[in-house]
């Protein structure tokens, strides 16, 4: 049975896609069947994957509204054992469709359930908001994945996230937990890093992984080719950082 990982941060730009993206490759690298799930409208999960998210028949938005089952819109073996559930900017009408329907906080989950067990991992990307979507995600997911940047702001707003964590886990989602914080944009050149690191731990009472996302030209270039990381640059320094945050989430599952 797979293990359902939501990467949410409702702060834009801290690398969420990015490590939903090249995450799940390096799962996938290291033999793992994988299902990726975009929540957010902008649908670059979808892109990076290099899927063409302007012209899709089915995507979670015709899911969400129950216009087709979660077969009818996954993408099987994007990436060899990766499978993409995929999004465009149709997704961000569904919060206004979803006013008035029962239990619309279940919706994603009642369809992942159908599939969750052909895949040894499904990845969440949330929208950089708590919103109807990132909260269907967490009454998905097992756990949450929070990526923080290296920088001043970092713990600003991670209180808010902390708490919305726990409020779907004590009133949807009992199973939900604190997967951990992971760090990204890192820059070894500066204290500020550093400092933001060593800050994030003293204060945080959740796990924080050992790798260290580096803020790296190739992570950024990879995404305007359509493929991860790993099948972009193995050798690079973002390649082989995801590679060990690959390793460290299959090593805390066991």
Same mark, same amino acid.
């Given at each position: 049975m797979g293990k359902i990982i939501a990467i949410a941060n409702q702060k834009g730009g801290v690398g969420k896609t990015t $490590? *939903? &993206?090249?995450?799940?490759?390096?799962?996938?690298?290291?033999g793992k069947r994988v299902l990726? &799930?975009? $929540?957010?409208?902008?649908?670059? $999960? $979808? *892109?990076?994957?290099g899927i063409d998210k302007n012209n899709l028949e089915n995507t979670i938005y015709e899911l969400i509204l129950g216009e087709c089952s979660i077969r009818d819109c996954i993408i099987q073996d994007v990436i060899e054992r990766i499978s993409v559930l995929p999004a465009n900017v149709?997704?961000?009408?569904?919060e206004i469709e979803l006013i008035g329907v029962e239990k619309k906080e279940y919706i994603l989950k009642n369809e992942v359930d159908y599939v969750k067990d052909e895949y040894d991992y499904i990845i969440i990307d949330c929208p950089p908001s708590l919103n109807m979507l990132t909260i269907n995600a967490m009454t998905t997911a097992d756990s949450v994945l929070v990526p923080i940047q290296c920088e001043y702001y970092a713990l600003e707003g991670l209180s808010q996230l902390i708490h919305t964590v726990n409020l779907v886990k004590e009133r949807l989602n009992p199973q939900l937990e604190m997967e951990g914080v992971v760090f990204t944009m890192y820059d070894s050149r500066t204290n500020l890093s550093t400092q933001v690191v060593e800050n994030v731990k003293q204060n945080l009472k959740q796990r924080v992984y050992d790798t260290l996302i580096p803020r790296n030209i190739r992570l950024a270039e990879a995404p305007s080719y359509g493929v991860p990381i790993n099948k972009y640059d193995s050798k690079s320094a973002g390649a082989?950082?995801?590679m060990q945050l690959a390793e460290e989430i299959i090593g805390a599952g066991k």
């Amino acid at each position: 049975m797979g293990k359902i990982i939501a990467i949410a941060n409702q702060k834009g730009g801290v690398g969420k896609t990015t $490590t *939903s &993206i090249n995450l799940s490759a390096c799962l996938a690298e290291k033999g793992k069947r994988v299902l990726v &799930i975009d $929540t957010d409208p902008q649908g670059n $999960t $979808t *892109s990076g994957f290099g899927i063409d998210k302007n012209n899709l028949e089915n995507t979670i938005y015709e899911l969400i509204l129950g216009e087709c089952s979660i077969r009818d819109c996954i993408i099987q073996d994007v990436i060899e054992r990766i499978s993409v559930l995929p999004a465009n900017v149709n997704l961000a009408a569904a919060e206004i469709e979803l006013i008035g329907v029962e239990k619309k906080e279940y919706i994603l989950k009642n369809e992942v359930d159908y599939v969750k067990d052909e895949y040894d991992y499904i990845i969440i990307d949330c929208p950089p908001s708590l919103n109807m979507l990132t909260i269907n995600a967490m009454t998905t997911a097992d756990s949450v994945l929070v990526p923080i940047q290296c920088e001043y702001y970092a713990l600003e707003g991670l209180s808010q996230l902390i708490h919305t964590v726990n409020l779907v886990k004590e009133r949807l989602n009992p199973q939900l937990e604190m997967e951990g914080v992971v760090f990204t944009m890192y820059d070894s050149r500066t204290n500020l890093s550093t400092q933001v690191v060593e800050n994030v731990k003293q204060n945080l009472k959740q796990r924080v992984y050992d790798t260290l996302i580096p803020r790296n030209i190739r992570l950024a270039e990879a995404p305007s080719y359509g493929v991860p990381i790993n099948k972009y640059d193995s050798k690079s320094a973002g390649a082989e950082a995801y590679m060990q945050l690959a390793e460290e989430i299959i090593g805390a599952g066991k």
